[in-house]
Each structure stands twice: as structure tokens, then as C-alpha cells.
């Protein structure tokens, strides 16, 4: 039984599965080419912090066999109700629990730079790793140091739908942590409306020394602004890898 995260509770994860399927939505082809091998034979995909399954849903409708995963418990129950069509849909947090053998990994939203340090992210790339089988494939987003340096003095952002609203203000507390600090309200009956707050540091690296990591366990891997053709925010890197 994995332990909850406190990260992405009930009302963070359904706005941010109304509010924030951009993401998705704008990498979804350039995964999708990226993987088109892996579909081809038939392979498993395993998503690593799927969320409420906004990109899972593209990988199933293109005809991939996928395990998502998440770490939050209500992020993987919208998943499994977003989209019935995966294998299954699993809690699993990285970097100490096991991930099971596939033929692809695919993590993106930059899943991994929730984890708490730079040492614990190095050991959940190494685990992914592992698990990737021979001509497997490897791709996933994640937060550069330059994610942080690009975005020291934001104002506050406001996002809203019918019924939730999310005030978002960041900072970089030092060059290795983005801090998001978030209050939302959820309305709750007709006439009132539920706070919440989550605190969300995300690690930031540099993202090049993930390359003689991954190699050290068998992976050819390379550093992109991009899964395709997309623009993505500046300092988010995609790496992407082959096992031999
Ligand atoms: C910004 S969301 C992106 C979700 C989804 N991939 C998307 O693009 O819509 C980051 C996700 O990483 C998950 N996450 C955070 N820490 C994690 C960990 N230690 N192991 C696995 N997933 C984690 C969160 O629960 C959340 O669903």
C-alpha cells in the first residue's frame, strides 16, 4: 500500500484534470511518434505519474497496451474512470517503489520533478531504467535549473472553471527548488465553497547528467527541447532513450 501523497488531493487533481489537459494535449503527438515501434509490437507502455490520465487516454486510443501510474490515490482514481481502456491503472511513487518490466516509459507534466531531491530523482531514472526491456524505449519531461531561472518574479496566476477557482503564486526559493504555493475553492453546496492549500516544490537539475546515468544501465539517451514538433515552457527537457 503506497502512502498517500501530499500532493494532488482531491480538489487539486480534478482542477487539474479540467483545467490543465494543455499539456497533454500538445505533446500527445510527439509521444505518440516516438512510441509508434513500441505499438507496432505490441509492447507494454508503463506512464509514471499519469495523472488523471490526459495522456494516457491518447496512448490507448492509438492502440497501446498501458499500465499508468501515479502516486496520488485521487489522481488514479480519475484515471481509472478517464480511461477504461488501459490494462491498469496502479498507484506506484517513485523512486522506492518497484516498477515492472516494459517496453516503454513514458512519464510526462514533469512527474519526476516532484520527487524530493536531486539524489532521489537519480534513483527513480536508474529504476526506470531497469525495468525497460531490451530495444525498449524511455521518454519523459522534467524541470532543467533553467525551468527556475526563467521564472523568478512571476505575479500570481489565476485559473478558474464553473465551480473551482486556483490562485497560484511561485517562486524560487534557491536554485534547485520551483516553489508553487496554491490556494483553491471548490464550491461545495450552493452557497459555499471549500479551501484547500498545497505547497508543491519541484527539484531542479541538470538535466544533462541524466545521460551517463542512464547509459551506466544500458540506455542510448539524448537531451531534447521537445517529444516532436511542440514548443514547450523553457526549461522543461525531454530525454528520450533506447535500451540495448
Ligand atoms: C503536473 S502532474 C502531471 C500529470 C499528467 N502526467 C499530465 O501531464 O496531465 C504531476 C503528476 O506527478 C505525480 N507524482 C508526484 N510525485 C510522484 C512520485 N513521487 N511518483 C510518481 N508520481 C508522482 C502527481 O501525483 C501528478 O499526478
Known amino acids: 500500500m503506497v502512502p498517500d501523497t501530499p500532493y494532488f488531493e482531491s480538489d487539486l487533481a480534478r482542477i487539474h484534470h479540467e483545467g490543465f489537459g494543455f499539456h497533454a494535449d500538445r ?8 512510441l ?17 490520465g490526459l495522456l494516457t487516454r491518447y496512448l490507448v486510443r492509438a492502440g497501446h497496451r498501458v499500465l499508468a501510474t501515479d502516486a496520488s490515490s485521487a489522481m488514479v482514481d480519475l484515471a481509472r474512470s478517464y480511461v477504461p481502456g488501459a490494462e491498469s491503472i496502479e498507484q506506484l511513487r ?15 507534466g514533469h512527474a519526476l520533478s516532484y520527487l524530493d531531491d536531486e539524489a532521489h530523482v537519480d534513483r527513480a531514472v536508474a529504476a526506470l531504467a531497469r525495468a525497460l526491456r531490451p530495444g525498449g524505449v524511455i521518454t519523459l519531461d522534467i524541470c532543467d535549473v533553467r525551468y527556475g531561472e526563467g521564472r523568478r518574479d512571476e505575479a500570481p496566476k489565476v485559473w478558474f472553471g464553473e465551480d473551482w477557482v ?13 516553489r508553487r504555493d496554491m490556494t483553491m475553492f471548490v464550491r461545495s453546496d450552493p452557497t459555499s465553497w471549500r479551501r484547500t492549500d498545497e505547497l ?16 551506466a544501465e544500458g540506455v542510448d539517451a539524448q537531451l531534447h527541447a521537445a517529444f516532436g514538433h511542440e514548443t514547450l515552457p523553457t526549461g522543461l527537457m525531454v530525454v528520450t532513450g533506447t535500451k540495448s
Open 27 to 34: 505533446v500527445a503527438p510527439g509521444v505518440l511518434a516516438l
Open 36 to 52: 509508434e515501434p513500441v505499438r507496432q509490437r505490441g509492447g507494454l507502455v508503463v506512464e509514471i505519474g499519469c495523472g488523471s
Open 94 to 108: 517513485l523512486p522506492d517503489d518497484p516498477v515492472p518490466p516494459a517496453d516503454a516509459i513514458v512519464s510526462v
Open 166 to 178: 486556483l490562485i497560484t503564486q511561485t517562486s524560487v526559493p534557491d536554485r534547485r527548488t520551483f
Open 200 to 215: 508543491h516544490d519541484n527539484v531542479l537539475i541538470e538535466t544533462s547528467d541524466l545521460l551517463p546515468l542512464l547509459e
